[in-house]
């Protein structure tokens, strides 16, 4: 079993930036695929981002590229999410997520745990 709890989120005004961070616990294994997802009020649960646990495959969706950066602490057991230049259409609640199965997909019904997210709110 693997817990995952997200930390970070708040209000900011758009162009400023946040750093996400998900401290996962239990037994992970280098195989696993560790994501960001976001939801915003009345729409669906959508891919962010994605780092492999053992380093190497990395993916973000195209909505963030080249604003948000995920990257990993394998020593602390986090992974973290970079966001700068935020917009207003970034406001949202941020999931972490775990993929025992190492499949690096942007689906949502490929990852097993997740956290409980942490609300983004960016003001224009």
């Known amino acids: 079993q693997v817990q995952l709890v997200e930390s970070g989120g708040g209000l900011v005004q758009a162009g400023d930036s946040l750093r996400l961070s998900c401290a996962a616990s239990?037994?992970?294994?280098?195989?696993?695929?560790m994501a960001w997802f976001r939801q915003a009020p009345g729409k669906e649960r959508e891919f962010v981002a994605s780092?492999?646990?053992?380093?190497?495959?990395?993916d973000h969706a195209d909505a963030v590229k080249g604003r948000f950066i995920i990257s990993r602490d394998n020593a602390k057991n986090t992974v973290n999410l970079q966001m700068n230049s935020l917009k207003p259409e970034d406001t949202a609640v941020y999931y972490c997520?775990?993929?025992?199965?190492?499949?690096?997909?942007?689906?949502?019904?490929?990852?097993?745990?997740w956290g409980q997210g942490t609300q983004v709110t960016v003001s224009s």
């Open positions: 239990g037994r992970l294994f280098s195989n696993y695929v």
């Open positions: 780092i492999a646990w053992s380093g190497g495959t990395i």
């Open positions: 997520a775990a993929d025992r199965h190492g499949i690096a997909s942007t689906l949502r019904r490929h990852y097993d745990y």
